[in-house]
């Protein structure tokens, strides 16, 4: 039903005349007759809720069909049971289902001359393959030419705003990921690897029937200062800190939360310098979120702290230099996409926070090896990311189980 009302809903945005093409992904190979774990279209997803790989839909004022693998015993023996042509229509609400190999022959009927036809090349791959020549995305710009809109900005839009269900699946991911990194400060401890804390959430994703959003980053000591480091292979050394960036996907939606903490339990001086300017910046951006203030306000207000901060113990001496040590945003859209759809910008105009929206707060301080600077404060690597839901009056932590405070790190990890 919900997925009905989505499409209505974009209808509604599209002139009377529009018709939408949105497919899912085709399986992809891993090697041999291997293949990833199947993830559908994220847009295709949202708006018709159908799980299978090798689909399409086509939807209009007056029609909406879906194309899908039909039903195939030897197959199904192999690989799984299919909806198939026949029970689509009900289970999907469609009006017609067809075999996804007649899609070219069956589309002239769905398209008139006079239709304004929606359709964006399918970001991971699509229907048949994930070449730069998709026979998807060829066709349908070779066939329908001049008449081609773009779908995924007004698809954005939509996704953009988190209805009831969508919150509650978010926090609901945050949670298990919160709970995730709890544990891993609780089992940390000098002479474990990497890996081995990735472990811990490995477990506690597959546990709650749900996989990490994005491939984890268990960075000890200077690997923190890699932004994807995703190795997760080193020794946890003493003295040092681990930052962790995990988050898991529920139900199609991700949440995506860093942690950084002692290997040890207790914070060096320098470790806490460093650690107070990050949850100084952290905290001011999240409380400069709310209805009507610019989506780009974090950032300003977190680059702001840590620039001060930073002049202020002497490790710049100039502002100019905070991107040797902040070189990222301090948030991005978060939903069924880590990443999520939506720009920042309208007009060269940051777009303004509205209700519904989430976002993530991540900003850090990252610094390597550098005879100007004291070298206490070298290989330090510190972020600290939560996922901030945009409310009627203000805003929501949804990530706020996973504590961040150095006395309750402390005091958390000393129960061990
Ligand atoms: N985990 C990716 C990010 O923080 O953007
Ligand atoms: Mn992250
Ligand atoms: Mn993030």
């Known amino acids: 039903m919900i997925h009905q009302k989505r499409r209505e809903e974009l209808l509604s945005r599209l002139p009377q005349d529009a018709v939408v093409i949105v497919s899912t ?159 891993a400060m609780q089992s940390s401890q000098p002479g474990l690897y990497e890996y081995q804390i990735m472990a811990g959430f490995d477990s506690k994703f597959r546990q709650a029937n749900c996989d990490h959003a994005y491939p984890p980053i268990v960075a000890s000591g200077k690997n923190a200062c890699i932004l994807h480091y995703t190795e997760n292979n080193k020794e946890l050394k003493d003295g040092e800190l681990l930052l962790i960036d995990a988050g898991c996907e529920i139900n199609g939606y991700a949440s995506d939360i860093t942690r950084t903490f002692p290997i040890n339990g207790k914070f060096t001086a320098a470790q806490k310098e460093i650690y107070e300017i990050v949850l100084d910046a952290q905290k001011s951006a999240i409380d400069s979120i709310q209805p009507g203030a610019s989506s780009n306000l974090p950032h300003e207000v977190a680059s702001e702290v840590i620039t001060k901060g930073l002049l202020d113990i002497g490790i710049m001496s100039s502002a100019d230099d905070l991107t040797k040590f902040y070189m990222h945003n301090t948030g991005h859209w978060l939903g069924l996409d880590v990443h999520d759809v939506g720009n920042k910008l309208i007009d060269n105009t940051f777009r303004k926070f509205k209700s519904g929206m989430v976002t993530t707060v991540e900003p850090g301080i990252y610094i390597r090896k550098d005879d100007k600077i004291d070298s206490k404060y070298w290989d330090i690597g510190i972020r600290i990311e939560d996922d901030v839901l945009v409310t009627e009056s203000g805003n929501h932590v949804l990530s706020n189980k996973a504590i961040k405070e150095i006395d309750e790190i402390e005091n958390f990890m000393s129960q061990r």
Not at 50 to 68: G, Q, T, W
Not at 82 to 101: N, W
Not at 117 to 130: I, L, Q, S
Not at 151 to 174: F, G, W
């Open 25 to 183: 992904n085709s399986e992809q190979k891993r090697n041999s007759d291997v293949c990833y774990p199947f993830r559908p279209d994220s847009n295709f997803w949202y708006l018709t809720g159908f799980e299978e790989p090798d689909a399409i839909a086509v939807f209009s004022h007056k029609n909406y069909s879906i194309f899908l693998r039909p039903k195939d015993h030897t197959k199904e023996i192999w690989n799984g049971i299919r909806l198939g042509v026949d029970l689509a229509p009900k289970t999907l609400l469609a009006d017609q289902a067809f075999d996804i190999a007649l899609f070219f022959e069956k589309i002239d009927s769905l398209v008139t001359d006079e239709s304004s036809v929606y359709f964006d090349a399918p970001g991971n791959g699509g229907w048949k393959d994930n070449s730069s020549t998709n026979v998807l995305n060829k066709k349908i710009h070779s066939i329908y030419k001049e008449s081609l809109l773009p779908l995924n900005p007004h698809v954005s839009e939509m996704r953009l705003i988190k209805d009831e269900n969508e919150v509650r699946n978010m926090q609901y991911a945050a949670d298990i990921a919160a709970e995730a990194h709890l544990n």
